[in-house]
């Protein structure tokens, strides 16, 4: 019986494994890519990978941008959810949060350029109103140095996707417990640390690394928004990836690898921690 | 008399212009435990949540030692409740979960300690390290109950811990229940819908019913004593003569004929549905054609077999027929 | 006061800029400085639908990310129903490593796919630029199936078992129609997140295989905001179209299905 279930489980399965083998496969490749020298194997190019300044102010430059846009916007989308989301469920509300997820990255990025691009529309309205005299004096928000315009248009479309994954464990957050801890002597702090921080903190991490991996090796938004220096690493990784040279080929491969096992490495060790308490989770019997 | 402990003054709650009961009025003594029956869907619950703070009485007052509770806060009453479900955390252990409400105030060694000694007046002293989800439905509402009793109450309210539970499992726990709560000298307001629950852990019931208290007292009163119809319907086995008159079910009896005299005695036509057998006496389930109404009586184990479907009469003496008056006891 | 800042806050920064971008797309471009003009022009949408090349993309668009779509639901039905309703050793396991793809650099399996496509051949073909585009797409998929049996329960389903019912008739009959709700979301996402692909597609179409966004992209910062306009909207409405031609094609499947079997027996 349990061997008859477990085939039949099996069974069902093997679309999603042979996904996952395709993945696995293409990140094997992607390291023998970078392994591979003109004379046979060789770590020669991870050597010299981080001999590479370029790469450094890269790291240092996605490091913070990705920092900022993955915490500010989960810290707004989650305070949103926290204090709406008994308003924002079942409301008009939360079609209109549906509408930036409909663009694309890229178009959202044209969007921010057209409106807060020194020659946009914010700029020459408060030009008409006289607010400023030049289009030089408004703030550089976009192509700047500092990346605040790859961080707006993060921000602006990450926070929807924040909302979006937090609604419904908000909405199944059972209130019942909340209940049980009022009667038991407990207040706002305690009905927090027990019931919302357990069942929402695996969303939260999910998210937080959904984030980080996609905002530190996207290419669309940064290349349109960026600076020619410093570069995200995305971006290097592209131009590295169609450089002249077979060797700036194969620290394309290298840095992407390395960049794919440390994220790899993270969030298995993360639902390593948390999958026990998922699984407790599951269990509660408190009627839905 | 023991000055009141307890004193619900003249509560009622209505819920968008529909009342949901109507002016309750109770006073508990110390340690009495008072069994609050009647059909589902009479706002027996609303009530206990109105007491402990998760919903609003729209009038009227709650007065513990003689201070009003019901401006404070839930979490500020002096009042435990034990859930329908148990409802106990899924990621805490056994006895995190039952020293929940001592950690709130107390370090984790003095807590665990309490706990321990509660966890063995249940009989679970082996899970303390347990998840919830490896406890059976019944040793989980006994973990609730004493994660309820721990922080010491001054009035704890039951709603119908036993309902999720299958029948034996019931049986076995109510005794322990009522054997804990007079142990800790608790204070309770047992919620249930069903009778012989209500008999066997209150030390009094009130009988709620179409939005108000009908009957409150011991349970042999109440059961041989009802008010009014509705009581007799509910609670009493009883057979409503009119308006006015009962006859227990015990003064009845089944006859295939009318016999003996009509002065003494009363019959009703009635249809023999079925037979049953409970603690070594046999009961015939028959339907009264008079009033459309199904009724249990007893009858003689030696009694002959009956077809299902025969006619007959159920007979009772007129001497046994009551009168319903609120002062009571004495027949006409 | 609460909903009227939510409602001024979600007005202002999500609805204003699908606004704002609609508005732009049949107005004239504004010159810096000058003041806002309204004249209404057509022209934006004209230059997107009489491009043929424009049209052309648009279409194999759609097709590629209907065909993603389709791979999706085979993978992520069978998956989420395994994950959801049975149980087995190193289940929550395969759930970690089938969401695992969402947290690595797509670019990394990308570029990895690359070097396998070319001696398969399959590169700079349509086909190639599908397979990349599961990478994003299967684990959200999953993760929608799942949730979507897992509202459904065994229960229904063991029911239909026991009125003697085939696997396959259950499916159809059960499950498909139960699921609908979820099949819907993924379609809707799939389809989202297949049209905003840029860097994958140039990678793997290698400049053959011209999508919107291929085309969209280097245009970026040109200065004819009203085509721009107009181009953006549409990103938007594909996803919508996507649903409806799905919806339209389940309908008639299901009606065709139901009167070939009614007629059969």
Same mark, same amino acid.
């Given at each position: 019986?349990?061997?008859?279930?477990?085939?039949?489980? #099996?069974?069902?399965?093997?679309?999603?494994?042979?996904?996952?083998?395709?993945?696995?496969?293409?990140?094997?490749?992607? #390291?023998?890519?970078?392994?591979?020298?003109?004379?046979?194997?060789?770590?020669? #190019?991870? +050597?010299?990978?981080?001999?590479?300044?370029?790469? @450094?102010?890269?790291?240092? @430059?996605?490091?913070?941008?990705? #920092?900022?846009?993955?915490?500010?916007?989960?810290?707004?989308?989650?305070?949103?959810?926290?204090?709406?989301?008994?308003?924002?469920?079942?409301?008009?509300?939360? &079609?209109?949060?549906?509408?930036?997820?409909?663009?694309?990255?890229?178009?959202?990025?044209?969007?921010?350029? *057209?409106?807060?691009?020194?020659?946009? +529309?914010?700029?020459? =309205?408060?030009?008409?109103?006289?607010?400023?005299?030049?289009?030089?004096?408004?703030?550089?928000?976009?192509?700047?140095?500092?990346?605040?315009?790859?961080? /707006?248009? @993060? *921000? &602006?479309?990450?926070?929807?996707? +924040?909302?979006?994954?937090?609604?419904?464990?908000?909405?199944?957050?059972?209130?019942?417990?909340?209940? +049980?801890?009022?009667?038991?002597?407990?207040?706002?702090?305690?009905?927090?640390?027990?019931?919302?921080?357990?069942?929402?903190?695996?969303?939260?991490?999910?998210?937080?690394?959904?984030?980080?991996?996609?905002?530190?090796?996207? @290419?669309?938004?940064?290349?349109? *928004?960026?600076?020619?220096?410093?570069?995200?690493?995305?971006?290097?990784?592209?131009?590295?990836?169609?450089?002249?040279?077979?060797?700036?080929?194969?620290? =394309?491969?290298?840095?992407?690898? /390395?960049?794919?096992?440390?994220?790899?490495?993270?969030? *298995?060790?993360?639902?390593?921690?948390?999958?026990?308490?998922?699984?407790?989770?599951?269990?509660?019997?408190?009627?839905? | 008399?023991?000055?009141?402990?307890?004193?619900?003054?003249?509560?009622?709650?209505?819920?968008?212009?529909?009342?949901?009961?109507?002016?309750?009025?109770?006073?508990?003594?110390?340690?009495?435990?008072?069994?609050?029956?009647?059909?589902?869907?009479?706002?027996?619950?609303?009530?206990?949540?109105?007491?402990?703070?998760?919903?609003?009485?729209?009038?009227?007052?709650?007065?513990?030692?003689?201070?009003?509770?019901?401006?404070?806060?839930?979490?500020?009453?002096?009042?435990?409740?034990?859930?329908?479900?148990?409802?106990?955390?899924?990621?805490?252990?056994?006895?995190?979960?039952?020293?929940?409400?001592?950690?709130?105030?107390?370090?984790?060694?003095?807590?665990?300690?309490?706990?321990?000694?509660?966890?063995?007046?249940?009989?679970?002293?082996?899970?303390?390290?347990?998840?919830?989800?490896?406890?059976?439905?019944?040793?989980?509402?006994?973990?609730?109950?004493?994660?309820?009793?721990?922080?010491?109450?001054?009035?704890?309210?039951?709603?119908?811990?036993?309902?999720?539970?299958?029948?034996?499992?019931?049986?076995?726990?109510?005794?322990?229940?009522?054997?804990?709560?007079?142990?800790?000298?608790?204070?309770?307001?047992?919620?249930?819908?069903?009778?012989?629950?209500?008999?066997?852990?209150?030390?009094?019931?009130?009988?709620?019913?179409?939005?108000?208290?009908?009957?409150?007292?011991?349970?042999?009163?109440?059961?041989?004593?009802?008010?009014?119809?509705?009581?007799?319907?509910?609670?009493?086995?009883?057979?409503?003569?009119?308006?006015?008159?009962?006859?227990?079910?015990?003064?009845?009896?089944?006859?295939?004929?009318?016999?003996?005299?009509?002065?003494?005695?009363?019959?009703?036509?009635?249809?023999?549905?079925?037979?049953?057998?409970?603690?070594?006496?046999?009961?015939?389930?028959?339907?009264?054609?008079?009033?459309?109404?199904?009724?249990?009586?007893?009858?003689?184990?030696?009694?002959?077999?009956?077809?299902?479907?025969?006619?007959?009469?159920?007979?009772?003496?007129?001497?046994?027929?009551?009168?319903?008056?609120?002062?009571?006891?004495?027949?006409? | 006061?609460?909903?009227?800042?939510?409602?001024?806050?979600?007005?202002?920064?999500?609805?204003?800029?699908?606004?704002?971008?609609?508005?732009?797309?049949?107005?004239?471009?504004?010159?810096? $400085?000058?003041?806002?003009?309204?004249?209404?022009?057509?022209?934006?949408?004209?230059?997107?639908?009489?491009?043929?090349?424009? %049209?052309?993309?648009?279409?194999?668009?759609?097709?590629?990310?209907?065909?993603?779509?389709? !791979?999706?639901?085979? !993978?992520? !039905?069978?998956?989420?129903?395994?994950?959801?309703?049975?149980?087995?050793?190193?289940?929550?396991? !395969?759930?970690?490593?089938?969401?695992?793809?969402?947290?690595?650099?797509?670019?990394?399996?990308?570029?990895?796919?690359?070097?396998?496509?070319?001696?398969?051949?399959?590169?700079?073909?349509?086909?190639?630029?599908?397979?990349?585009?599961?990478?994003?797409?299967?684990?959200?998929?999953?993760? %929608?199936?799942?949730?979507?049996?897992?509202?459904?329960?065994?229960?229904?389903?063991?029911?239909?078992?026991?009125? $003697?019912?085939?696997?396959?008739?259950?499916?159809?009959?059960?499950?498909?129609?139960?699921?609908?709700?979820?099949?819907?979301?993924?379609?809707?996402?799939?389809?989202?997140?297949?049209?905003?692909?840029?860097?994958?597609?140039?990678?793997?179409?290698?400049?053959?295989?011209?999508?919107?966004?291929?085309?969209?992209?280097?245009?970026?910062?040109?200065?004819?905001?009203?085509?721009?306009?107009?181009?953006?909207?549409?990103?938007?409405?594909?996803?919508? %179209?996507?649903?409806?031609?799905?919806?339209?094609?389940?309908?008639?499947?299901?009606?065709?299905?139901?009167?070939?079997?009614?007629?059969?027996?």
């Amino acid at each position: 019986m349990k061997w008859h279930l477990s085939n039949r489980s #099996f069974l069902l399965l093997i679309p999603a494994l042979l996904f996952l083998l395709m993945v696995t496969y293409s990140l094997i490749l992607a #390291f023998v890519e970078s392994v591979r020298g003109p004379n046979g194997w060789t770590l020669d #190019f991870y +050597v010299s990978l981080f001999q590479e300044r370029r790469l @450094y102010s890269s790291f240092i @430059y996605s490091l913070s941008i990705t #920092f900022f846009s993955v915490i500010l916007s989960v810290l707004i989308g989650w305070g949103i959810v926290r204090s709406c989301h008994a308003m924002i469920e079942n409301s008009i509300g939360k &079609w209109m949060i549906w509408i930036p997820m409909l663009f694309p990255h890229f178009v959202w990025g044209y969007f921010v350029l *057209l409106v807060l691009g020194q020659s946009g +529309v914010l700029s020459s =309205a408060l030009f008409q109103s006289g607010w400023i005299e030049s289009r030089d004096q408004f703030p550089i928000f976009v192509q700047d140095k500092r990346g605040l315009g790859i961080i /707006i248009t @993060y *921000l &602006w479309k990450e926070i929807p996707f +924040v909302i979006l994954m937090l609604l419904p464990v908000y909405v199944q957050l059972p209130k019942q417990y909340g209940e +049980v801890i009022g009667v038991l002597g407990g207040g706002k702090r305690h009905i927090f640390g027990t019931i919302e921080w357990p069942w929402v903190k695996p969303v939260l991490v999910e998210i937080l690394l959904i984030l980080t991996a996609f905002i530190f090796t996207a @290419y669309e938004v940064p290349a349109l *928004l960026g600076v020619t220096y410093p570069q995200m690493a995305s971006v290097l990784a592209y131009d590295w990836f169609y450089g002249s040279s077979l060797e700036e080929r194969s620290y =394309a491969f290298a840095l992407l690898f /390395i960049i794919a096992a440390i994220m790899t490495l993270a969030s *298995l060790i993360s639902f390593m921690l948390l999958n026990r308490q998922r699984w407790l989770l599951s269990k509660s019997q408190h009627s839905r | 008399m023991n000055k009141t402990y307890i004193d619900i003054k003249n509560v009622h709650k209505s819920f968008q212009k529909n009342e949901v009961f109507g002016s309750i009025q109770l006073s508990l003594n110390k340690g009495e435990i008072l069994s609050l029956v009647g059909p589902s869907g009479t706002g027996k619950s609303t009530f206990l949540r109105c007491l402990a703070g998760l919903d609003q009485f729209s009038s009227g007052d709650v007065l513990i030692e003689g201070k009003t509770i019901l401006s404070k806060k839930t979490k500020d009453r002096p009042i435990g409740m034990v859930f329908q479900q148990p409802l106990l955390f899924p990621h805490l252990t056994i006895l995190e979960n039952v020293t929940y409400g001592l950690r709130l105030h107390k370090k984790k060694k003095e807590a665990d300690i309490v706990g321990m000694k509660y966890m063995k007046f249940v009989g679970l002293e082996g899970y303390t390290q347990m998840y919830p989800h490896s406890l059976s439905g019944g040793q989980q509402q006994r973990v609730a109950l004493i994660r309820a009793l721990i922080v010491k109450p001054k009035l704890l309210l039951l709603d119908e811990p036993f309902s999720s539970l299958d029948p034996d499992l019931r049986r076995e726990l109510r005794d322990g229940v009522r054997q804990l709560l007079k142990k800790e000298g608790m204070t309770a307001i047992f919620v249930t819908h069903d009778r012989e629950e209500a008999m066997l852990l209150g030390d009094r019931v009130a009988v709620l019913a179409n939005g108000s208290l009908q009957q409150i007292g011991n349970p042999q009163d109440v059961y041989e004593h009802p008010y009014n119809q509705t009581v007799a319907h509910f609670f009493s086995d009883a057979l409503v003569v009119d308006e006015h008159h009962y006859i227990r079910n015990y003064d009845l009896n089944w006859t295939d004929s009318k016999v003996g005299h009509s002065t003494e005695n009363i019959f009703y036509r009635a249809e023999w549905l079925n037979e049953s057998y409970h603690y070594g006496k046999r009961y015939a389930h028959v339907k009264m054609i008079e009033k459309n109404r199904r009724l249990v009586l007893p009858i003689d184990l030696d009694f002959r077999r009956v077809a299902h479907g025969e006619m007959g009469y159920i007979r009772a003496r007129q001497s046994t027929k009551c009168r319903f008056n609120k002062e009571g006891k004495f027949n006409e | 006061m609460k909903k009227f800042l939510f409602y001024s806050l979600t007005i202002l920064f999500f609805l204003g800029p699908a606004v704002l971008l609609l508005f732009k797309s049949v107005t004239p471009v504004w010159k810096w $400085g000058e003041p806002f003009h309204f004249n209404w022009t057509s022209r934006g949408w004209e230059s997107f639908f009489m491009d043929p090349r424009i %049209v052309q993309a648009l279409s194999l668009s759609l097709m590629i990310a209907l065909v993603v779509t389709f !791979i999706n639901l085979w !993978i992520a !039905i069978p998956a989420g129903k395994a994950l959801s309703h049975t149980n087995f050793k190193g289940k929550s396991m !395969i759930e970690t490593f089938l969401v695992l793809p969402l947290f690595i650099p797509v670019l990394a399996a990308a570029l990895g796919l690359h070097v396998t496509m070319i001696r398969l051949g399959i590169a700079n073909h349509w086909f190639g630029v599908v397979i990349v585009h599961l990478v994003p797409t299967v684990p959200y998929s999953i993760k %929608v199936m799942k949730a979507g049996y897992d509202r459904l329960g065994s229960g229904m389903l063991e029911q239909a078992k026991m009125l $003697g019912a085939r696997p396959f008739h259950v499916f159809r009959t059960i499950e498909l129609p139960m699921l609908m709700p979820s099949v819907r979301s993924v379609v809707f996402l799939i389809v989202t997140i297949s049209m905003s692909q840029y860097v994958l597609t140039a990678v793997i179409g290698g400049g053959n295989v011209i999508t919107l966004p291929i085309i969209y992209y280097p245009f970026l910062q040109s200065v004819d905001d009203t085509v721009m306009a107009a181009f953006s909207i549409a990103f938007a409405v594909l996803p919508v %179209v996507a649903v409806l031609i799905v919806e339209l094609v389940s309908k008639w499947l299901r009606t065709n299905m139901s009167f070939r079997s009614r007629r059969s027996s």
